[in-house]
């Protein structure tokens, strides 16, 4: 897999006068990610919503997973579309999945399969963007993510950043005209990784309460030298809303201690895979349960051109059946799955006939999606495939309607308009409508 787990998040610098020294002092160096937009002001009492759901976890599939493989077999295909995988029971009668995805059966009481998912786009860039923002890509305007819409509309649940993408976020993950404030915090390292440390999290050494404070306020009477000369600087108003928010932070322990995986159980951590899609599942829980409001976890690996069936099932299956099924039934478990949405979903689906060279190539026209959790009805199957797996037999669903679906969980009007800084106006799922055959 191509992950880039260790990477710098964003190459994002403090104004000059206070790049020298000042963030030095302070251990702090990732302005971009801690910001939250001071305007975003609307949260509930205690983070509630008036929804279904008070927080998400968008488990992104980079690359497209193959439907028929996974959660939409066809067993009764010609060999060229249903491959060498057959189809297992599950723990609700009448619905199977995919027979390398047994531990998941097993939580199908838990979750909803969404069998059809339907884009004209089979590109991963414009696939990514249509399925994490609802709009497919317009020229030089950058719509918002999921996860940015609900930071600004519900703003934070607690002293963490309200949207964390435990991975390298992709731009199409972003604020886009909300503005750099909103875009997701980025942990910087692997959850998986022995020494796993959030970069920046903890005061540097020699740094003592007092002299914390008293960086804030040298850094207060520098910035006021410079309020008329930012006006209406986005970059500004980011990088300010970070300060606050990072001060906020540094002297929240709760917040801290949100991160530190060495706080769980040795068994529950090896039940999840300790592997780092296993450990971001368990940290991605461990932020929604200390009060983030929305949090991504990308796994990549499935975009298999040539020999898929071995990539799947020695290698992308065994992995995610493991760590996810642990994931939804510790959420469980622990009370969280009631108010928090799941979404598992890629950019698009594979071409039912596998090709010459023994792999799946995109296709768009049809695939699934999981959802659980928040107001989802558990047991459940959404739509279908024809029998071949090629084009939606019943009740189609549009990107858009995923848009309304999560933002109608999220107690967020989905019908409502959001403005760019120029003044243009975009409908937060237009032309959408929620799943309602997924809402319990």
């Given at each position: 897999m191509d ?12 104004r000059?006068?206070?790049k020298?020294?000042?963030l ?6 990732m302005p971009k990610?801690?910001a939250l ?11 509630k919503?008036?929804g279904?759901?008070d927080?998400a976890i968008?488990?992104w599939?980079?690359g497209?997973p193959s439907h028929?493989d996974?959660?939409d077999?066809k ?13 297992a029971?599950t723990?609700v009668?009448g619905?199977r ?6 531990r998941?059966?097993?939580v199908m009481?838990?979750i ?8 004209p786009?089979?590109a ?11 709009f497919l890509?317009?020229?030089g ?9 609900a930071s600004?509309?519900l ?6 950043p ?5 991975q390298q976020?992709s731009?199409?993950m ?13 942990p910087?390292?692997?959850p998986a ?6 970069r920046?999290?903890d005061?540097p ?19 006021g ?6 006006k209406g ?14 001060y906020t932070?540094?002297s929240s322990?709760e917040?801290r ?8 159980k040795e ?8 592997n780092t899609f296993?450990q971001?599942?368990?940290?991605s829980?461990?932020l ?11 796994v ?6 040539t020999a898929?069936?071995n ?12 760590s996810f099924?642990?994931?939804?039934s510790?959420m469980?478990?622990k009370?969280?799955?009631?108010r928090t949405?799941?979404?598992v979903?890629?950019e698009?689906?594979r ?6 060279d ?5 296709y768009?026209?049809v695939?699934s ?6 107001g989802?009805k558990?047991g459940?199957?959404v ?7 090629m084009?939606p037999?019943?009740?189609p ?6 848009a309304?679906t999560?933002?109608?969980?999220l107690?967020?009007?989905y019908t ?5 800084p120029?003044?243009?106006r ?15």
């Amino acid at each position: 897999m191509d992950y880039n787990w260790l990477s710098d998040c964003e190459k994002f610098h403090r104004r000059d006068v206070l790049k020298v020294g000042m963030l030095g002092m302070l251990g702090l160096t990732m302005p971009k990610y801690y910001a939250l937009a001071d305007e975003a002001k609307k949260a509930a009492p205690m983070g509630k919503t008036n929804g279904t759901a008070d927080s998400a976890i968008l488990i992104w599939l980079a690359g497209g997973p193959s439907h028929i493989d996974t959660f939409d077999p066809k067993p009764d295909a010609a060999v060229e579309i249903r491959g060498t995988f057959g189809a297992a029971e599950t723990n609700v009668s009448g619905i199977r999945i995919g027979e390398h995805l047994p531990r998941i059966g097993k939580v199908m009481d838990k979750i909803c399969l969404v069998r059809s998912v339907t884009s004209p786009t089979g590109a991963h860039e414009i696939g990514t963007h249509y399925m994490l923002t609802g709009f497919l890509p317009l020229p030089g305007f950058a719509v918002p993510s999921y996860g940015a819409v609900a930071s600004s509309l519900l703003g934070p649940r607690s002293a963490l950043p309200p949207y964390i993408s435990i991975q390298q976020p992709s731009d199409e993950m972003g604020a886009g005209f909300l503005g750099a404030a909103l875009n997701p915090f980025c942990p910087g390292a692997d959850p998986a990784s022995g020494n796993f440390k959030v970069r920046d999290l903890d005061m540097p050494g020699g740094m003592t309460v007092e002299k914390f404070d008293r960086r804030k306020a040298l850094r207060d009477v520098v910035d006021g030298a410079f309020k008329e000369h930012e006006k209406g600087s986005d970059r500004a108003r980011a990088v300010d809303s970070f300060y606050n928010r990072a001060y906020t932070l540094l002297s929240s322990s709760e917040a801290r201690a949100a991160f530190d995986l060495t706080k769980e159980k040795e068994d529950l951590r090896n039940a999840y895979g300790r592997n780092t899609f296993g450990q971001s599942l368990l940290l991605s829980r461990r932020l929604v349960e200390a009060g983030v409001r929305f949090s991504t976890v990308t796994v990549g690996g499935w975009d298999n051109h040539t020999a898929i069936h071995n990539a799947l099932r020695y290698g992308m299956l065994p992995n995610f059946d493991q760590s996810f099924s642990t994931f939804i039934s510790d959420m469980d478990s622990k009370g969280l799955l009631k108010r928090t949405m799941v979404i598992v979903m890629g950019e698009f689906g594979r071409t039912p006939i596998i090709n010459k060279d023994g792999g799946r190539d995109h296709y768009p026209r049809v695939f699934s999606m999981v959802l659980a959790g928040g107001g989802i009805k558990g047991g459940t199957v959404v739509g279908s495939s024809d029998a071949r797996g090629m084009e939606p037999a019943s009740d189609p669903v549009r990107p858009e309607d995923i848009a309304a679906t999560i933002y109608q969980c999220l107690g967020i009007d989905y019908t409502q308009s959001i403005s760019s800084p120029e003044g243009v106006r975009v409908t937060l799922a237009r032309g959408g409508s929620p799943i309602r055959k997924a809402l319990a």
